[in-house]
């Protein structure tokens, strides 16, 4: 399961220094030094189809991001927002790193750009931070989202006392496969055993040496030894599936299904078992095996988990398993919840969430708010989760509004003949995050 918007040419960090004491005068505005305003230019030349990209990036970039790869997603910038037609703003985090935005012809992209501060001041790093569609209002951006080959469901909800209240809905209780937001399910049964003073966010997991689906802990040796807090955030921010599954292993299979009816989840019973990323992985690699699978009881499924599958290798699931981009079985093998179920969800961690030790799960939900910075700003708060496989999309937001009311946004998108737009997808519900402000 992959993690939503991580659709970066290279990682940019920007530093912003502290003032010295309080008394400091406000700082003088930014201004862009005119290499850095020519290299935007070039890199827009660029987008558009001409441009020297040679001569305007910096080796190291180019190391990690060859031209064929940045050709890649400029034309997937272009299927989603539409040509890009002009600079919109820039807004100069030091004289030698922007934020830019680009006027394309259906939405508004958002790039982070840094030179190097010497000459020949070349592009050493560029973020695709976020594409915001043009529709004028949240009921346009969901007739949008209507529109897209397969099926989508969307909720905007107002989080009250009494639950989610619908603001805008269409399928909104009809159950999609979601990718990793299932594993908004397993952070909620950690925020429960750190609320009841069961675990602390701080206690240690010491691994037993066993292989992985990918991430920070694929291949951790025997012995090793990481926080709770540290799987949870990267589960979260990056959708890490070591953690994951290490996770899902810790609190317990049958805690987490227990949890489902607990936060709000209408049809638990499809979700059951409720399977690792490694399992899913190695049923979606075989066929014969997902077809025995798939055939049994609920009781034979959680056998076959327990027996060949377990006894499986990953190294059995070939690295080509998603490379077409074809959708696998993905109405049958994968975790199913409606947007109303996510909303619940993320309400139950919202209101568990209010005081004490398990309040630092807020934290952990806005590590990435998946949202441009102008549009992350408007919220109090902004707490995020999605997922994605080929043919699947999800895309969920707690949101708390300056006045202090709470919200939630969530959508997802299914087609089971052919892979889904992910930009359009993200754009559109990047939109309507920023229409919800009240």
Same mark, same amino acid.
């Given at each position: 399961?992959?993690?939503?918007?991580?659709? &970066?040419?290279?990682? *940019? !960090?920007?530093?912003?220094?502290?003032?010295?004491?309080?008394?400091?005068?406000?700082?003088? !505005?930014?201004?862009?030094?005119?290499?850095?305003?020519?290299?935007?230019?070039?890199?827009?030349?660029?987008?558009?189809?001409?441009?020297?990209?040679?001569?305007?990036?910096?080796?190291?970039?180019?190391?990690?991001?060859?031209?064929?790869?940045?050709?890649?997603?400029?034309?997937?910038?272009?299927?989603?927002?539409?040509?890009?037609?002009?600079?919109?703003?820039?807004?100069?985090?030091?004289?030698?790193?922007?934020?830019?935005?680009?006027?394309?012809?259906?939405?508004?992209?958002?790039?982070?750009?840094?030179?190097?501060?010497?000459?020949?001041?070349?592009? #050493?790093?560029?973020?695709?931070? /976020?594409?915001?569609?043009?529709?004028? #209002?949240?009921?346009?951006?969901?007739?949008?989202?209507?529109?897209?080959?397969?099926?989508?469901?969307?909720?905007?909800?107002?989080?009250?006392?009494? /639950?989610?209240?619908?603001?805008?809905?269409?399928?909104?209780?009809? &159950?999609?496969?979601?990718?990793?937001?299932?594993?908004?399910?397993?952070?909620?049964?950690?925020?429960?055993?750190?609320?009841?003073?069961?675990?602390?966010?701080?206690?240690?997991?010491?691994?037993? /040496?066993?292989?992985?689906? &990918?991430?920070?802990?694929?291949?951790? &040796?025997?012995?090793?030894?990481?926080?709770?807090?540290?799987?949870?955030?990267?589960?979260?921010?990056?959708?890490?599936?070591?953690? =994951?599954?290490?996770?899902?292993?810790?609190?317990?299979?049958?805690?987490?299904?227990?949890?489902?009816?607990?936060?709000?989840?209408?049809?638990?019973?499809?979700?059951?078992?409720?399977?690792?990323?490694?399992?899913?992985?190695?049923?979606?690699?075989?066929?014969?095996?997902?077809?025995?699978?798939?055939?049994?009881?609920?009781?034979?499924?959680?056998?076959?988990?327990?027996?060949?599958?377990?006894?499986?290798?990953?190294?059995?699931?070939?690295?080509?398993?998603?490379?077409?981009?074809?959708?696998?079985?993905?109405?049958?093998?994968?975790?199913?919840?409606?947007?109303?179920?996510?909303?619940?969800?993320?309400?139950?961690?919202?209101?568990?969430?209010?005081?004490?030790?398990?309040?630092?799960?807020?934290?952990?939900?806005?590590?990435?708010?998946?949202?441009?910075?102008? =549009?992350? #700003?408007?919220?109090?708060?902004?707490?995020?989760?999605?997922?994605?496989?080929?043919?699947?999309?999800?895309?969920?937001?707690?949101?708390?509004?300056?006045? /202090?009311?709470?919200?939630?946004?969530?959508?997802?998108?299914?087609?089971?003949?052919?892979?889904?737009?992910? *930009?359009?997808?993200?754009?559109?519900?990047?939109?309507?995050?920023?229409?919800?402000?009240?």
């Amino acid at each position: 399961m992959r993690n939503i918007l991580a659709i &970066a040419l290279a990682a *940019m !960090p920007f530093a912003v220094a502290a003032p010295a004491t309080a008394q400091v005068a406000p700082a003088a !505005p930014v201004v862009a030094a005119p290499q850095l305003t020519a290299r935007i230019e070039e890199v827009l030349t660029i987008l558009k189809g001409g441009g020297d990209y040679d001569a305007t990036f910096a080796p190291p970039f180019r190391a990690q991001v060859p031209r064929e790869k940045f050709a890649a997603v400029t034309k997937q910038l272009t299927q989603a927002a539409g040509a890009p037609q002009r600079i919109a703003s820039v807004r100069a985090v030091s004289p030698y790193a922007a934020v830019v935005t680009i006027a394309c012809e259906r939405a508004v992209a958002t790039l982070q750009i840094a030179i190097d501060a010497t000459a020949p001041y070349q592009v #050493s790093g560029l973020l695709l931070s /976020g594409v915001s569609a043009a529709e004028a #209002s949240v009921g346009a951006v969901d007739a949008a989202l209507a529109a897209l080959p397969g099926t989508t469901g969307f909720l905007l909800a107002r989080l009250d006392d009494g /639950g989610p209240k619908s603001i805008v809905a269409r399928n909104a209780d009809r &159950a999609f496969a979601i990718g990793s937001e299932f594993k908004l399910v397993i952070l909620a049964t950690l925020v429960r055993d750190v609320a009841a003073g069961k675990r602390r966010w701080e206690d240690r997991v010491t691994l037993d /040496g066993s292989e992985r689906p &990918a991430g920070g802990w694929a291949r951790a &040796a025997k012995g090793t030894q990481v926080s709770l807090r540290d799987l949870a955030a990267k589960m979260i921010s990056v959708s890490d599936n070591s953690a =994951t599954d290490i996770l899902l292993e810790t609190v317990g299979r049958s805690q987490v299904e227990a949890m489902m009816p607990v936060v709000g989840i209408a049809a638990p019973a499809r979700s059951r078992p409720f399977l690792t990323t490694a399992e899913v992985f190695k049923l979606k690699a075989v066929s014969a095996l997902a077809d025995r699978y798939l055939a049994q009881t609920e009781a034979g499924r959680r056998a076959m988990l327990a027996g060949e599958i377990a006894r499986m290798p990953l190294s059995a699931v070939p690295s080509t398993l998603f490379a077409d981009g074809k959708p696998v079985r993905i109405g049958e093998l994968e975790w199913f919840f409606s947007p109303s179920d996510v909303a619940r969800t993320l309400d139950w961690i919202r209101r568990a969430s209010a005081s004490g030790p398990a309040a630092d799960v807020r934290a952990i939900l806005a590590i990435n708010p998946a949202l441009p910075p102008a =549009t992350a #700003s408007r919220w109090t708060y902004a707490g995020y989760k999605g997922g994605s496989e080929p043919g699947v999309m999800a895309m969920s937001w707690l949101l708390q509004a300056k006045d /202090g009311r709470w919200y939630a946004v969530s959508g997802s998108w299914n087609d089971s003949a052919k892979g889904v737009d992910e *930009m359009r997808f993200a754009s559109l519900m990047q939109r309507a995050v920023e229409l919800a402000v009240p």
